[in-house]
């Protein structure tokens, strides 16, 4: 009989942490949803002691989701736990995350502790965390880099005191494949309750192998639960990215023996939902979820591909959510077609006033564009998601004009609490014009940090879909916009960062 590999995704938390990567709890919420859709087993909510807001979105995961066991992180320490505790009160089924370093390093430069001091951290956490929680993991942050007799009776002891799954972090990316595969191996034999936990894997990919340690540790070291990120999102050089280790574990099952819960149909929704919310843009040659991922562009693999599929291929683009790229709806497609193709999509709407204002858009939009793809009602949706009735702004509509040889100009008219205003400005460009027309309202004297245009369905007739990325007083948000015109994106997008960063609901401090 297979093993099962457990699928931990850490998006909403160690994800989270990317410099950039900040979520409001709404989206947080929405990508959960996702993720529970893709069965993902357990899903890292975020770290509740951490903020306000991060306690929020960790509360309302744990009231909404019902499939995925929902875990919050905390630091070794009673004031932590009690809190991750606190907010995982509604879970069907709830995990405490705990950690503290483990490492000479980490001990002594950041932690300023003794080992003996970090094993009696260690087991008085664990202790006390089981109290509130049956289901409990424990990290030794830096966990790799550290000696490996002190890590096992730090690891004996945690499971003593009821440590349910022990996660080994690569924290900082050093691990080669074979090294950390048998370091697994070496602790799971040298410790003697080794058997009373679930092994776990948690590789970053500063060496590019995240996603190979990963594989190697459950390989090799017999570990059964794999903590990664949708897209590999996370610090620095990110996570080891759930798409490639759930398709690496399905394609080469002849291999690795293991089953999964995770439905991969879902893979390709969730790639775009974290992308989008993020505006970290998947690179097109990304395996499984790029643009390229599945494209034949050589005569000779095209010619081989069309003769038998599996000549180049080794996974099915279908089994991981990709359609072809047909015209999906058009301007006669009704109510029924829109929402059923949403469900196909992976998408379902909170109520039916979403349901009916996300279909308007869909008409508006059919309107100017006469073939209307998945990618376009995907980011119609997300369009949807962004702009909420209780935003200080909306975008109205916009004027402006553009000569060679010419500074552009242009007029953008939008609300503010509900009451139309116009913004003028002329820029080095069109969509620099316009965001400095809103801002000459707005006068939010945000920094922008990131800008970028995406063409939703790949040509020119295509929707443009914008991130910018704003930063005010220590807050870094995110808003996205699309529009087959691309300066209205971008306006759309401005407003939405605006909004968030007028929200006092949002953001979300990483690991402290
Ligand atoms: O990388 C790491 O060490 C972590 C731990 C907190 C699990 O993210
Ligand atoms: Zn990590």
């Known amino acids: 009989m297979a093993d099962q590999l457990i699928i931990f995704d850490t998006t909403l938390r160690d994800g989270e942490q990317s410099p950039g990567a900040s979520m409001t709890k709404d989206e947080k919420l929405r990508i959960a949803r996702q993720l529970e859709r893709l069965k993902v087993d357990v899903i890292e909510a ?16 744990a009231n909404t989701i019902k499939d995925s066991t929902i875990c919050s992180l905390s630091r070794a320490n009673d004031r932590d736990i009690a809190r991750a505790a606190e907010a995982l009160k509604g879970a069907h089924r ?5 950690f503290i370093a483990t490492s000479a390093l980490h001990m002594e430069k950041k932690l300023r502790m003794t080992p003996d001091q970090v ?11 089981r109290n509130l929680c049956g289901d409990i993991e424990f990290s030794p942050e830096d966990g790799y ?5 002190f890590l096992c009776r730090v690891i004996e002891t945690v499971i003593a005191e009821g440590a349910t799954t022990i996660n080994v972090p690569d924290t900082v990316g050093y691990a080669i494949p074979e090294l950390y595969g048998n370091f697994i191996k070496t602790l799971r034999e040298r410790v003697p309750n080794s058997d009373k936990a679930i092994w776990s894997v948690h590789c970053h990919n500063d060496l590019g192998m995240a996603v190979a340690n990963s594989l190697a540790g459950v390989k090799i070291g017999g570990a059964r639960q794999v903590e990664c990120t949708i897209n590999g999102l996370g610090e620095r050089a990110g996570n080891c990215a759930l798409e490639e280790i759930v398709m690496a574990v399905k394609t080469r099952r002849d291999y690795f023996n293991l089953d999964l819960n995770i439905d991969a149909q879902h893979i390709l929704a969730a790639s775009r939902m974290v992308s989008q919310t993020t505006g970290f843009v998947v690179q097109p040659n990304k ?3 790029g643009a390229n991922a599945f494209a034949h562009a050589s005569g000779i693999h095209q010619d081989g591909v069309l003769k038998a599929r599996d000549t180049y291929e080794i996974m099915r683009a279908e089994d991981v959510g990709w359609t072809a790229n047909k015209i999906v709806l058009g301007k006669l497609s009704g109510r029924n077609a829109f929402k059923q193709r949403l469900q196909e999509l992976g998408v379902s709407l909170e109520s039916e006033a979403d349901n009916n204002a996300a279909f308007a858009r869909f008409k508006e939009l ?3 564009k006469s073939e209307i793809f998945d990618e376009d009602i995907l980011a119609l949706v997300n369009d949807e998601h962004t702009a909420g009735e209780k935003d200080q702004f909306g975008f109205v509509s916009l004027s402006q004009h553009s000569e060679t040889g010419e500074r552009p100009h242009a007029t953008v008219v939008f609300t503010v609490s509900g009451k139309e205003v116009t913004g003028e400005s002329d820029g080095n460009g069109p969509v620099d014009a316009s965001l400095k027309a809103i801002e000459s309202h707005a006068r939010s004297g945000a920094e922008m940090v990131l800008y970028s245009v995406n063409a939703i369905s790949g040509s020119t007739e295509s929707q443009g879909e914008v991130t910018v990325r704003l930063q005010n007083s220590g807050r870094v948000v995110n808003g996205v916009g699309a529009d087959p015109d691309i300066v209205v994106a971008s306006a759309k997008a401005y407003l939405s960062a605006l909004n968030k960063l007028h929200s006092k609901a949002d953001r979300v401090a990483a690991q402290g």
């Open 46 to 61: 975020g770290f509740a002691a951490s903020s306000n807001g991060d306690f929020e979105a960790v509360q309302l995961i």
């Open 94 to 98: 709830a995990r405490i995350h705990t």
């Open 119 to 129: 094993l009696e951290q260690a087991k008085q956490s664990v202790r006390f965390a």
């Open 145 to 149: 880099r550290s000696d490996v007799d």
């Open 287 to 289: 395996a499984v979820v």
């Open 366 to 368: 059919a309107d100017r």
